[in-house]
C-alpha cells in the first residue's frame, strides 16, 4: 500500500492524559483532512506520554487492512504515521529481508517502518527516493521524529501551542486541537502579499511552521522549544557537487543519459493498483513525461486537459495535438468564465493557507476532471526550475549578460531614469505602438515589467534581482496594519555563494522557495481535494541531480530555456507540436477583477470590513484596486494576493 494520505498528532508536555481524551482529538484532527485519504482511517495514543498520532489513508497499491496506519515496527518500538511513496521500496524490502527481517505486508509503510528499527533515523532518510511526510514515535527514546521528503512534495506542519507540540498534513488539522491559539503572523502575511505565498519555513501562524524540504526534526516533550531542524539533503550541496564535477559531454550524450533518467523515473512512478494518468498542457515538460509513459505503456495512457474559451489562455488544442500523437486515451474539458468563477469561493478553504497563485484556478478543475477517472495523474512540475525554462531565466540570461559588464554606476543612473518615467505612460506607450504595430510590441503591463528591468539594472547580487522578480508589492507592508516582515533565509548569501553563474543562482533561488511554497503546493492542496494522487517524475533526485550537472548554456541556447527536455521531446513528437512561446496556466483574473469579480472584491475590500479584520491596510489597497478599475494600472497579482488573504481570513475567522 502506497499511503498518499493525511496525518496529524500531537504529544503534551504533561503526562498522564486520558485515553479518551488522546484518541478522540486525534481522530477530530486527523478528520480536518478527511479528503487526503478518504479510505480509512486510524489513531494511535499512548497516556503515559500524552500522544497521540492520527491517520487518514488513499489506497493507491495493496489496499488491503496490512497497509492501516497508524503503523506499529515489528520490535515495538516505532509508531508510525506516514504520508507519501517511496519509489525504491522494493530495493529497500530486499535489503531488509537480506539481513532477515521478515516483512507483513507488501505496503511501502511497513518497508519505511522496519528501515527506521534497523538502520535509525539518518541512515534511512539517505536511502529513501520517494516523496513523503511522516510523523514517527520513539517510544524507546520518547521521542517524536517529523520528516519531509527532498524537494517539498508533501506538506508538513508543526510548532507548540501552549503546552501541546502539533504537527499535520494542513494548518485545518492543528486548528482543531484544543491548544491551537491562531493568532496570525503579521510578517508572514507580507511575506505572502510579496510573493503570493507564505514563504517558508514560515507558516501564516505564529508558532507554527513548515518543516523545510529534505530536513527532520526530533521533538522531545520534556524539552519544549530546543528543537533543531537538521537537513539530510539540500539543493545547495547537490547544486555545488555537480557544479564542481561537470564532465565534458556531447550534445547527443546529454539527451541519451537525461532520456534514460526520465524513463527510469517515469517508469517507477506509474506502480498502482488503481487508475492512473497523466496532466498534459501540450507544453515541453507535461508532453515529455507522456511521451515516456505511452512509450513504457501497453495501453493508451489516460490524459486530462482543461481549456478556456479565452484563446490567449488556452493550450488545449496543442494538448490534444499531442495526444493524438503520442496515441494517448486524451479527455479534454473547456471550462466557461462561470465554471472558473464558481470555484473562487473554495480557494480559501482548498488551499487552507493564503496562496495566490492563480493558476490555482485550472489546477483544481484539472484535478476534478482527471479523478473522475483515476486516482493517480503524474504532472510535469519542476522542469522550469531545472532546466532554465521561466521567463525571468531567460531575460536575465540574455540581458545580464550585456549588462553584467557595464559599471555598477552607470547601471544603477540607467535605472533611475527608467523608474522615473510613471509606469502607466509607459503601459499608455506601448498601446499606442501596439495600434500601429501590434506584431512588434506584445507585451503586456510594460510599465511593470520595466519597473522591475529597472531593478534589475541596479543590481548587484542574487537578493537584489530576485526579489524584485518575483515580488508583486515591492512593500508588502504598505498594505497591511501594523506589520513588519520576515527576513528570507533562503536569500543568505551562504546558500548561493559558490555558485557563480548570476542565472544559475536564479534557478537555484526558485528551486529552494518558488518550487516547494508554490508550485508544489498548488499542485499537492488542489489535486488532494479531490483525493487524487500526484506524482513529479521531473523531480527524481537522479534527475535533479543530473540538471544540475548541466551548465546554464546546456539549458539555455539561443535565447530558449529547457533544451535537454525539448531535445528528449522532440525524438517523441515533432518540434511544431510542442516548441512555441511559453504560456502560463493561468485564467484572465486582472479582466475578471473589472468585470464578474468587481462586486466579490469590492465586497471583500470595504473599507468596514477591513477596518473589522485589522489585518488589512484599506488605503494603499484602494488605491491599487480604483488604478486597476480605471485601467491606468494592470495590478491582477497585487489585488489577488490582498483578496485571497483577506478572503482566507475571514473564510478562517483567524484572531489577530
Known sequence: MLAVCGIAGFVGMEPNKDADWLRTTAQFMAGAVHHRGPDDGGTWTDSDASVALGHRRLSIVDVSPLGHQPMASADGRWILVYNGELYNSQELRIRLEGRGTRLRGTSDTEVLLEHLAAYGIEATLAQVDGMFAFGAWDRRRRILVLARDRVGEKPLYWGWQGKSMLFGSELAALRRHPDFRGSIDRAAAAGMLRYGFVPGPYSIYEGIGKLPQGSFVEVDPSRPGVEQVRTYWSFREVAELESRRRPTRTDVDVIDELERLLRDAVRSRMVADVPLGAFLSGGIDSSTIVAMMQAQSSEPVKTFTVGFQEQSYDEASHARQVAHHLGTEHTELYVSPKEALDVVPLLPSIFDEPFADVSQIPTYLLSVLARERVKVALSGDGGDELFGGYTRHTFHRRVWGRLGRVPAPLRSAAARVIQRVPPG??????????????????????????????????????????????????????????????????????????????????????????????????????????????????????????????????????????????????????????????????????????????????????????????????????????????????WSFALWDVLMLVAWHGDHQASV
Not at 536569500?491 to 508544489?520: C, G, K, N, Q
Not at 496556466?585 to 464578474?596: A, D, K, M, T
Open 425 to 634: 505612460r509607459w503601459d499608455a506607450a506601448a498601446n499606442h505602438l501596439r495600434a500601429v504595430l501590434p506584431a512588434a510590441v506584445p507585451t503586456a503591463r510594460l510599465g511593470e515589467k520595466m519597473q522591475r528591468g529597472a531593478a534589475l539594472l541596479a543590481a548587484s547580487d542574487p537578493e537584489h534581482v530576485y526579489r524584485p522578480l518575483r515580488s508583486h508589492w515591492n512593500d508588502p507592508t504598505v498594505a497591511l496594519v501594523e506589520a513588519s516582515e520576515h527576513s528570507d533565509p533562503a536569500l543568505d548569501p551562504a546558500h548561493w555563494a559558490s555558485l557563480t553563474d548570476p542565472t544559475e543562482r536564479l534557478m537555484f533561488l526558485d528551486s529552494i522557495t518558488y518550487l516547494p511554497d508554490d508550485v508544489l503546493v498548488k499542485v499537492d492542496r488542489a489535486a488532494m481535494a479531490t483525493s487524487l494522487e500526484t506524482r513529479v517524475p521531473l523531480l527524481a533526485p537522479s534527475v535533479v541531480s543530473y540538471a544540475w550537472s548541466l551548465a546554464v548554456e546546456e539549458k539555455i541556447r539561443n535565447g530558449q530555456g529547457k533544451w535537454p527536455l525539448r531535445a528528449v521531446l522532440h525524438r517523441y513528437v515533432p518540434p511544431a507540436l510542442v516548441d512555441r512561446p511559453k504560456m502560463g496556466f493561468g485564467v484572465p483574473v486582472g479582466e475578471w477583477l473589472r468585470g464578474p469579480l468587481r462586486q466579490w472584491g469590492e465586497d471583500l475590500l470595504h473599507p468596514d470590513a477591513l477596518r473589522r479584520g485589522g489585518l488589512v491596510d484599506s488605503r494603499a489597497v484602494h488605491e491599487r484596486w480604483n488604478q486597476h478599475q480605471s485601467g491606468a494600472r494592470d
